[in-house]
């Protein structure tokens, strides 16, 4: 394997907070990606939870998720840009930089799409955080790459880059071709995770039953292989939603999550 940095999304894995960060940091992983609820969740609360990732030596390259903000209207515009400002002050304060946020699932427009992520963007600016846009294959029309490369590219802001999540590309129809457009320094993050080759409505599949590299039939290899080609050295974060792995122990999911990375990235 090369120098890949290796992170591993806390929603893999069973257990609370701690249980996470221990199988994590065992398991040979060097960050963690989190979400909003691992911090507000965590018994001592927020600062305590943060404490506890700096005490495994964890970065913390992305903080998920900030949604249903873009295509809104009216004082629910008002109230989701609200919300967006105290999500960027709350993960500042816990020294996060990147944000993911997912586009409106709605139909809405091209324009009004880039005018929300411009907006958005400018508020992140203010506090010194980047945005990572991660399009989804089940929205009414942002769910392909090319579609959301079109819409960060046009909003045109200098902390706005996209999330390459694997699951999304190839079950949203995005292709390599489409990938090689990408300017590489505007991606800042790749989720990794394989796929079953069945039909299953997707957001149950993506959901509930995504796979460890090499278990499904995704072209995982030949992403990785492009990404390499255009010299990407940013994050791959394995991001896996299973049922049934969830039964298992953290700290066998995480050596799994491992042997998985290290044989796609070998």
């Not at 009004?112 to 846009?133: N, S, T």
């Not at 995704?218 to 492009?226: I, Y």
């Not at 299973?242 to 070998?266: H, I, T, V």
């Amino acid at each position: 394997m090369r120098s890949e940095r290796l992170c591993l999304n806390s929603i893999t894995l069973s257990g609370d907070l701690d249980a996470k960060l221990t199988a994590t940091k065992n398991a040979g992983f060097t960050a963690i990606s989190l979400w909003e609820k691992d911090l507000r969740g965590y018994p001592e609360g927020p600062q305590a939870a943060r404490s506890a990732v700096a005490r495994h030596g964890l970065a913390v390259p992305e903080f998920l998720p900030l949604a249903d903000w873009q295509l809104t209207t009216g004082q629910a515009r008002e109230a989701a840009f609200r919300h967006a400002e105290e999500h960027f002050d709350f993960m500042k304060s816990l020294g996060f930089d990147t944000a993911v946020v997912v586009p409106g699932l709605g139909l809405g427009t091209m324009d009004q799409a880039i005018q929300d992520l411009q907006e958005l963007a400018d508020l992140a600016a203010a506090r010194k955080v980047r945005l990572a846009y991660e399009f989804l294959v089940w929205a009414k029309w942002q769910r392909d790459l090319k579609t959301s490369w079109d819409i960060v590219e046009r909003a045109d802001r200098s902390n706005l880059g996209l999330v390459i999540d694997s699951f999304h590309v190839f079950k949203g129809g995005s292709s390599l071709a489409d990938l090689r457009e990408i300017p590489i320094e505007r991606v800042f993050i790749v989720h990794v995770a394989d796929a079953p080759d069945r039909e299953m409505d997707l957001i149950e599949m993506a959901r509930h039953h995504r796979l460890f590299p090499g278990e499904g039939t995704l072209p995982l290899s030949a992403m990785v292989s492009v990404l390499r080609e255009k010299d990407y050295a940013g994050w791959y974060a394995i991001e896996i939603f299973n049922d049934e792995y969830w039964k298992r122990e953290p700290k066998e999911l995480a050596e799994e999550a491992m042997a998985s990375m290290r044989k796609l990235l070998g």
